[in-house]
């Protein structure tokens, strides 16, 4: 046995592809081992990756594959042999199997008698089929994006290759790809270490070799260095922290091999501009942390993560350097937001005519008049049932939401649309309701972003959202496997999160929110609510974490209101790991199945239950039982006391088990089968409300 390491080292990796690209050449590189009969299952492997290289550790591959012997069947007897002598069919099948004619034996199968050979497949050197085997991996690795750079060559990859090392124990593996060839060598920082190349001795020995020439390999050390780095510098500043912000950590470790911390500062007079706007320029243009006070406030200082290191001299060089960019784009920032003030929000109105938002669907003026109407319908239900909203200030916030497209400042800084709008509204005067709707119009713009704050912004966020995916469907651009150019997933994720999470409970149903986006088109209609209710599949597993049965199940008896269908999947939850509950799940699941048997057989239920019709005490107990259940479940239900109500149907169980154990539904009697079929449907009907307890995957 002996360790194994692959590293390739590459031009610059955009950083948003480097981690999935590190966990899926581990992946890779494990499973073809495995496959190749090199390690065992379970093996320990570890990944590394920074800009310039991804590289992955594996322990104990054997130096050499096991042999393998198989059983290999051929033709029968009578095809093989003709009189005893050897028919072409059987030398044929000895030359395939690697053996003599006479080494063949007979086999007796099912089928007859046929001839057979042992051949053993010896086992290959493991260098030799990694070197065979590994280019393969790497060519089918996933980049969102990749490119050739060899002319009249066939390797794509994200970024041309510069070198590659392989090590099996001691030896390098001649490993070849995108026109290099593997050796023992690495390298390490571009400008600490410079291009002299490194020797690798042994697998075990990289990521401490490549940090004696500053390069730290590992993600996760990289990671702590970093945050322990913006700690230390952060305290410089008393009473300061910096604002936490674990995309932009991950982002800034993806950047960097050998990472260093430095503290900048501004103008206190750029405070004075809306800290949204600060923090856009720092965060999502320089890459550079926010630094605030112990109020929350932001201070006049920014954490720019290096990727180097330098004597205080050369950092104040690069700080200075730092600090004069910032406040280049800080003084746009601030003319931007001056320049626009000139033109009110009300004014830009007209300017939406000629700003495209799809060339099928015209302009973001068109689609105000749409939104304004969609919301307007929204409203008015929310109003019917008794929700507080101010029409006219969500009316005068559907007019303005789009008018920052046309300001400067939203052209200079794309990221801050909607969040600009806002911003102007409030500056210019207009309501807080009006100005906070605007603001949050684009939320959620992910599962873990949050909602409108407002139930005007909510039916803003919703109606605007709904608008667009009904004109896309119309326009049949629905999305299509991984693809979905117009994010109208994330769109439709939106109006489901809006629903279940927003203070307020919004009355609305995924019907009701199609509906008013589809108009009359009921075929429409019909597509928009399916693609909306497997958007509340999806955020029940994987923003709530429900069992992929337990959504089944809920899903199963009403996937219109986004709210109760999570109160009923949680309380599902809650419940299944009773023994009562998974029982009488398991019974509903065999009603369910008589009836779709009988169904088969064109056997219909009775339409109703016949008490003079149940002969056997157990079915007697069951409808007595299941009838007083049922009102007290329906009452339970109208409370939205679900826990409650699972945990009164999970008391049926001796009754359900009982009548199992005693009663035969299917009986020759017409009239009785169709009475006990009538009681199962009834059973099911009452008690199937809360969930479809046939979809719960019990034991057994």
């Known amino acids: ?128 089929v990694i070197v065979s085997e590994l280019p393969k991996e790497l060519a089918a690795i996933y980049w969102a994006k990749n490119m050739y750079w060899r002319p009249g060559r066939p390797e794509r990859f994200v970024r041309p290759v510069r070198w590659m090392a392989a090590l099996l124990g001691a030896k390098p593996v001649k490993v070849s790809f995108g026109g290099y060839e593997a050796g023992s060598v690495t390298y390490g920082h571009r400008v600490l270490f410079g291009d002299e190349p490194i020797a690798l001795k042994l697998p075990g020995e990289y990521e401490q070799t490549l940090e004696k020439s500053f390069v730290v390999a590992d993600v996760a050390v990289r990671r702590h260095k970093i945050r322990k780095a913006l700690d230390a510098v952060t305290r410089t500043v008393a009473e300061a922290r910096w604002r936490e912000d674990e995309d932009l950590v991950e982002t800034v470790t993806q950047l960097t091999e050998w990472p260093s911390v430095i503290m900048g500062s501004f103008e206190t007079e750029y405070l004075a501009l809306p800290e949204e706007v600060l923090v856009t320029v720092m965060r999502d243009h320089q890459k550079y942390f926010a630094v605030e006070d112990k109020a929350g406030k932001l201070a006049p200082h920014f954490l720019a993560v290096l990727n180097t290191e330098a004597d205080e001299a050369g950092l104040a060089v690069i700080r200075h350097g730092n600090e004069r960019v910032l406040r280049a784009r800080f003084n746009d920032a601030r003319f931007f937001w001056e320049f626009d003030q000139r033109v009110s929000l009300a004014d830009r109105v007209e300017l939406l005519k000629n700003v495209t938002f799809q060339k099928d669907l015209g302009s973001y003026a068109a689609k105000t008049a749409r939104v304004r109407k969609l919301a307007s319908n929204l409203a008015g239900l929310v109003l019917q049932r008794k929700c507080e909203l101010n029409p006219v200030a969500l009316d005068e916030a559907v007019s303005l939401a789009k008018t920052d497209l046309t300001s400067e400042l939203v052209k200079e800084f794309t990221e801050l649309q909607g969040i600009v709008g806002g911003l102007y509204a409030r500056a210019q005067g207009l309501s807080a309701a009006a100005a906070d709707a605007i603001y949050d119009q684009y ?101 709530r ?156």
Request: aromatic share 6%; charged share 25%; hydrophobic share 50%.
């Open 1 to 128: 046995m002996a360790e194994f390491l692959f590293e390739i080292g590459l031009e610059e990796i955009p950083a948003r592809m480097i981690a999935s690209a590190e966990a899926e050449l581990q992946q890779r590189v494990v499973a073809m081992l495995e496959r190749e009969r090199l390690v065992s299952a379970g093996v320990a492997s570890k990944s590394f990756a920074t800009p310039r290289r991804l590289a992955v550790w594996v322990a104990e591959v054997a130096e050499r594959q096991q042999d393998i012997t198989e059983e290999l069947v051929g033709p029968s007897v009578k095809v093989a042999f003709k009189d005893g002598v050897p028919t072409p069919a059987a030398e044929a099948f000895a030359k395939k199997a690697g053996v003599a004619v006479s080494s063949l034996k007979t086999v007796t199968t099912p089928k007859g008698e046929y001839i057979a050979a042992s051949s053993t497949k010896q086992g290959l050197d493991a260098a030799d």
């Open 443 to 543: 939320k959620p713009v992910s599962m873990e972003d949050s909602v409108p704050r407002t139930v005007e912004g909510a039916v803003l966020a919703m109606a605007d959202k709904a608008d667009t995916i009904a004109g896309m469907f119309g326009l049949g651009m629905e999305p299509t496997g991984s693809k979905d150019p117009f994010a109208l997933r994330r769109a439709a994720n939106g109006i489901v999160k809006v629903l279940a999470e927003t203070t307020v409970a919004l009355p609305l149903t995924l019907t009701e929110v199609a509906a008013a986006a589809c108009g009359q088109n009921e075929a429409l209609t019909g597509k928009v609510r399916g693609f909306l209710a497997e958007r509340l599949e999806f955020y029940l597993r994987e923003a």
């Open 545 to 700: 974490g429900q069992a992929y049965d337990v959504v089944k199940a809920v899903l199963a008896a009403g996937a219109d209101d986004v709210r109760d269908a999570v109160a009923r999947a949680e309380a599902v939850t809650a419940v299944r790991g009773s023994d009562d509950f998974a029982a009488v799940s398991a019974a509903f699941r065999r009603m369910k199945n008589i009836l779709a048997q009988a169904a088969e057989k064109s056997i219909a239920p009775g339409a109703h239950v016949e008490d003079a019709l149940l002969a056997e005490a157990s079915e007697k107990a069951l409808a007595q039982r299941s009838s007083e259940l049922a009102a007290r479940v329906a009452s339970l239900r109208a409370e939205k006391n679900y826990k409650a109500a699972l945990e009164s149907i999970a008391t049926l169980r001796p009754q359900v088990d009982a009548f199992f154990d005693g009663v035969m539904v299917m009986v020759p009697e017409p009239e009785v089968r169709a009475n006990r079929l009538a009681l199962l449907t009834q059973v099911l009907g009452d008690f199937s409300g809360i969930a479809d307890f046939s979809e719960i995957v019990t034991a057994g």
